[in-house]
């Protein structure tokens, strides 16, 4: 299983971009048993998380990102989505999406920058 995370882009600050990750390969099981998450790394950063969403379907996002972003889980199709409105220039990174767990190997990532 590996995530295949698309959707990034260049924008101005204050635009929206919705990013998408397929699960490429997972059974329904696993995708529906696993808590996803997305997490993003900026230049020079570590990588953090920015939002998740639990296999009990709870939702929690960092600071810097509450109430501008939106996680959703499609689980027919095995996807997990990332609804970024109000984007500042420090939301600029490569943004990838695993488990909570981090277990599967990590994708190439969706560039995300933003400019003011």
């Known amino acids: 299983v590996r995530p295949v995370e698309s959707g990034g882009g260049l924008v101005q600050a204050g635009e929206s971009l919705r990013l998408s990750c397929k699960a490429s390969?997972?059974?329904?099981?696993?995708?529906?048993?696993?808590?996803w998450g997305w997490y993003r790394q900026a230049p020079g950063k570590q990588r953090e998380l920015v939002a998740s969403f639990s296999n009990t379907r709870n939702t929690n996002y960092a600071d810097s990102v509450k109430g501008r972003f939106t996680i959703s889980r499609d689980s027919a199709r095995k996807m997990v989505h990332l609804q970024m409105d109000s984007l500042k220039p420090d939301d600029t990174a490569v943004y990838y999406c695993?488990?909570?767990?981090?277990?599967?190997?990590w994708g190439q990532g969706a560039q995300v920058t933003v400019s003011s």
């Open positions: 390969g997972a059974i329904t099981s696993f995708f529906n048993s696993n808590s």
């Open positions: 695993n488990t909570l767990q981090q277990s599967l190997t």
